[in-house]
Antibody, heavy 119, light 110 residues
Framework: EVQLVESGGASLQSGRSLRISCEVS????????MHWVRQAPGKGLEWVSG???????GYADSVKGRFTISRDNAKNSLFLQMNSLRPEDTGLYYC?????????????WGQGTLVTVSS | QSVLTQPPSVSAAPGQKVTISCSGS????????VSWYQQVPGAAPRLLIY???KRPSGIPDRFSGSKSGTSATLAITGLQTGDEADYYC???????????FGGGTKLTVL
């Protein structure tokens, strides 16, 4: 069974940094692309970042230059380093597995970790 | 403003059929596969349809997807009260090199 478990969410002030993590199991992690998708309270889904099996990276314009996605295949883990956080970064951050090795769209999703940024 | 356009809400009676549209452009919808997700309040999204029209194992055949040009459609037949949820379409935009989602459609089963 595919499982994705996010952690590291927190409440913090604007301008601070935070690193969230996702530990996965139930599939061969290094064979698939991975995503971070966020959802602001009461709003829709917003794609944040993706990383291919070969570490090709992609970012939404809203986070480019502030967020960095990475993966540790030895630890079956995905990370998102978030710097210069803003109130509009507030939301539930989902880790998601792609169906393919290159970044396309999410397949399976974790339960999310909450990031709250106050001004 | 979402890159993909969905109606904000749809409704139908139990047992009926409903369709949800998703409109994009040549750089996303026409050139890449579309997925559909169901999100029940308080839960994570769940994949319903991938590669335009394929169902993952465990998804009932009441759910079907189709695509033509720059538009995709999710159809749900034999509506049940448990189908009440938000539905999202998603794809990759090759021009922007980003993932894109529709704004979501709230399904109400009357």
């Amino acid at each position: 069974e595919v499982q994705l478990v996010e952690s590291g969410g927190a409440s913090l002030q604007s301008g601070r940094s935070l690193r969230i993590s996702c530990e996965v199991s139930g599939f061969t992690f290094d064979k698939f692309a991975m995503h971070w998708v966020r959802q602001a309270p009461g709003k829709g889904l917003e794609w944040v970042s993706g990383i291919s099996w070969k570490n090709t990276l992609g970012y939404a314009d809203s986070v480019k230059g502030r967020f960095t996605i990475s993966r540790d295949n030895a630890k079956n883990s995905l990370f998102l380093q978030m710097n210069s956080l803003r109130p509009e970064d507030t939301g539930l951050y989902y880790c998601a597995k792609d169906r393919y090795p290159i970044v396309s769209v999410p397949d399976a999703w974790g339960q999310g970790t909450l990031v709250t940024v106050s001004s | 403003q979402s890159v993909l356009t969905q109606p904000p809400s749809v409704s139908a009676a139990p047992g009926q059929k409903v369709t949800i549209s998703c409109s994009g452009s040549s750089s996303n919808m026409r050139s890449n596969y579309v997925s559909w997700y169901q999100q029940v309040p308080g839960a994570a999204p769940r994949l319903l349809i991938y590669d335009d029209d394929k169902r993952p194992s465990g998804i009932p055949d009441r759910f079907s997807g189709s695509k033509s040009g720059t538009s995709a459609t999710l159809a749900i037949t034999g509506l049940q009260t448990g189908d009440e949820a938000d539905y999202y379409c998603g794809t990759w935009d090759a021009s922007l090199s980003v993932g894109v989602f529709g704004g979501g459609t709230k399904l109400t089963v009357l």
